[in-house]
């Protein structure tokens, strides 16, 4: 499928370069992708990839991984029955989603590709995708969206009364677009035409975990697992807990700041809902820096050492993924600079007046699963031809917040991996992703006439 993908969007933008006379264009877009792709995105990403799956070793050495495939063992043996339940990707999986839910896009990326790569190693690193990836793809693009921030922040930069009216609209149409790309998934995975080309993995009991006992020796039981938290060291409890409370009180200061006569931190944010959701999605990445080695260490893992060797990976992964990000970009540069877009856009606008759907939202819609910085643009151009508080620029910062940029992440995450055949990976992607749009547009419809 991403075969046929890419050599159409490079075919179909040099054949409309040469009818627009836009190779000028064309030429600087390939050039400027290819170098995008690994300077702006490959290498910074080396440096969040390194202290993510540094405290993901550390999570996994103290035994916290166990703690928390046990506890999301009901919902994910459902959407992964392929996937043990105590197995690392597991818990990798529900920390890279629960990134994504709460806007921590930095450290969502790294966590997902962590996520990949355990699920590969399930896969016994066949060229073929397999159902549970397929469907941590499409829980990815379509993942529900308690804080959309970057299109609160276009919104308030340009003056909106209330840019955090479109988390309700957010939350809904990617609630919607959750429920819908499990079934999707669900349904192209039984179709033949996506049947697994090499479907040989290893059998799962040969496939030990990373950092699990070797082969021939009694693997942990999970359950006891549970109990880890009451049997740390009295002073590693203590750090914690006194961490615990002590981000507690921030939170509760920035969510009440009247109680201790302290202006509000979180400007632009009149509604609770707003207020508890920007109070908490804050304080996630600091916990997260902060717990795990306390934790680690109260279990006696030699907390820095071990980090260092889960960070080492880091640089491994942001350089496997550098090919696959350069292929998809430029074709995608292609395809924009040299007006095929704009064709296309042309060709579509028709059947939206024929929906009753507004033609403008157009660019949005078509720009949204091919680039994340091209989407920005084309809401910052709304939001300034309409206003910050006009239906359309709240329906284009929703649509903005309920579908992903779904061919960079398939790029990224299968490209960690050197997966090469997606099977229904993209198509799935791309249907939550209408999902979503279409969910947004009605929410906001129904929200904000």
């Given at each position: 499928m991403?075969?046929?993908?890419?050599?159409?969007?490079?075919?179909?933008?040099?054949?409309?370069?040469?009818?627009?006379?836009?190779?000028?264009?064309?030429?600087?877009?390939?050039?400027?992708?290819?170098?995008?792709?690994?300077?702006?995105?490959?290498?910074?990403l080396?440096?969040?990839?390194?202290l993510?799956?540094?405290?993901?070793?550390?999570?996994?050495?103290?035994?916290l991984?166990?703690?928390?495939?046990?506890?999301?063992?009901?919902?994910?043996?459902?959407?992964?029955?392929?996937?043990?339940?105590?197995?690392?990707?597991?818990?990798?999986?529900?920390?890279?989603?629960?990134?994504?839910?709460?806007?921590?896009?930095?450290?969502?990326?790294?966590?997902?590709?962590?996520?990949?790569?355990?699920?590969?190693?399930?896969?016994?690193?066949?060229?073929?995708?397999?159902?549970?990836?397929?469907?941590?793809?499409?829980?990815?693009?379509?993942?529900?969206?308690?804080?959309?921030?970057?299109?609160?922040?276009?919104?308030?930069i340009?003056?909106?009364?209330?840019?955090?009216?479109?988390?309700?609209?957010?939350?809904?149409?990617?609630?919607?677009?959750?429920?819908?790309?499990?079934?999707?998934?669900?349904?192209?995975?039984?179709?033949?035409?996506?049947?697994?080309q090499?479907p040989?993995?290893?059998?799962?009991?040969?496939?030990?975990a990373?950092?699990?006992?070797?082969?021939?020796?009694?693997?942990?039981?999970?359950?006891?697992?549970?109990?880890?938290?009451?049997?740390?060291?009295?002073?590693?409890?203590t750090?914690?807990?006194?961490?615990?409370?002590?981000?507690?009180?921030?939170?509760?200061?920035?969510?009440?700041?009247?109680?201790?006569?302290?202006?509000?931190?979180?400007?632009?944010?009149?509604?609770f809902?707003?207020?508890?959701?920007?109070?908490?999605?804050?304080?996630?990445v600091?916990?997260?820096?902060?717990?795990?080695?306390?934790?680690?260490?109260?279990?006696?893992?030699?907390?820095f050492?071990?980090?260092?060797?889960?960070?080492?990976?880091?640089?491994q992964?942001?350089?496997?993924?550098?090919?696959?990000?350069?292929?998809?970009?430029?074709?995608?540069?292609?395809?924009?600079?040299?007006g095929?877009?704009?064709v296309?856009q042309?060709?579509l606008?028709?059947?939206?007046?024929?929906?009753?759907?507004?033609v403008?939202?157009?660019?949005?819609?078509?720009?949204?699963?091919?680039?994340?910085?091209?989407?920005?643009?084309?809401?910052?151009?709304?939001?300034?031809?309409?206003?910050?508080?006009?239906?359309i620029?709240?329906?284009a910062a929703?649509?903005?917040?309920?579908?992903?940029?779904t061919?960079y992440?398939?790029?990224?995450?299968?490209?960690?991996?050197?997966?090469?055949?997606?099977?229904?990976?993209?198509?799935?992607?791309?249907?939550?992703?209408?999902?979503?749009?279409?969910?947004?547009?009605?929410?906001?419809?129904?929200?904000?006439?």
């Amino acid at each position: 499928m991403l075969n046929f993908i890419w050599t159409g969007l490079l075919l179909a933008g040099v054949i409309v370069a040469g009818i627009t006379g836009k190779f000028d264009a064309l030429n600087q877009a390939v050039f400027t992708s290819a170098k995008g792709a690994v300077m702006d995105i490959a290498l910074p990403l080396v440096g969040t990839m390194a202290l993510w799956l540094g405290l993901m070793r550390l999570a996994e050495k103290s035994g916290l991984i166990a703690v928390m495939a046990r506890l999301i063992r009901p919902v994910m043996q459902r959407l992964f029955p392929e996937v043990p339940p105590a197995d690392p990707a597991m818990s990798s999986m529900m920390m890279s989603i629960a990134a994504n839910m709460l806007g921590v896009s930095n450290a969502a990326t790294p966590l997902g590709l962590k996520a990949m790569g355990e699920l590969n190693r399930l896969n016994a690193g066949a060229g073929s995708a397999s159902n549970a990836m397929c469907m941590f793809l499409a829980l990815n693009t379509s993942a529900v969206q308690l804080v959309p921030a970057t299109a609160m922040n276009i919104l308030a930069i340009n003056g909106s009364r209330n840019p955090t009216a479109i988390i309700a609209p957010t939350l809904l149409a990617t609630g919607i677009a959750t429920v819908c790309a499990v079934v999707i998934v669900k349904v192209l995975e039984r179709l033949p035409v996506f049947a697994r080309q090499n479907p040989h993995p290893l059998p799962k009991a040969a496939l030990p975990a990373h950092g699990a006992p070797p082969a021939g020796s009694t693997a942990p039981d999970p359950a006891p697992a549970l109990t880890a938290l009451a049997r740390l060291p009295p002073w590693s409890a203590t750090l914690l807990i006194l961490l615990a409370l002590f981000l507690g009180f921030v939170f509760l200061r920035s969510l009440f700041p009247e109680l201790i006569r302290r202006q509000s931190a979180l400007p632009n944010a009149p509604g609770f809902p707003a207020n508890l959701f920007r109070a908490f999605s804050p304080l996630v990445v600091p916990f997260l820096i902060a717990a795990f080695p306390l934790y680690a260490a109260g279990r006696g893992v030699p907390v820095f050492s071990e980090f260092v060797e889960g960070a080492k990976e880091g640089f491994q992964i942001a350089v496997r993924i550098i090919p696959f990000l350069v292929g998809i970009l430029v074709a995608i540069g292609v395809f924009r600079e040299a007006g095929a877009l704009e064709v296309l856009q042309r060709l579509l606008a028709p059947v939206f007046k024929g929906l009753n759907a507004p033609v403008d939202l157009l660019p949005m819609i078509l720009m949204r699963p091919l680039s994340g910085s091209g989407s920005i643009a084309v809401l910052s151009d709304l939001v300034k031809r309409f206003g910050p508080d006009h239906l359309i620029s709240y329906t284009a910062a929703t649509i903005y917040g309920s579908a992903e940029t779904t061919f960079y992440v398939v790029a990224v995450y299968f490209g960690s991996v050197n997966v090469t055949r997606t099977r229904h990976a993209i198509p799935a992607g791309l249907l939550a992703d209408l999902a979503g749009i279409i969910a947004a547009i009605a929410c906001c419809r129904l929200l904000f006439g």
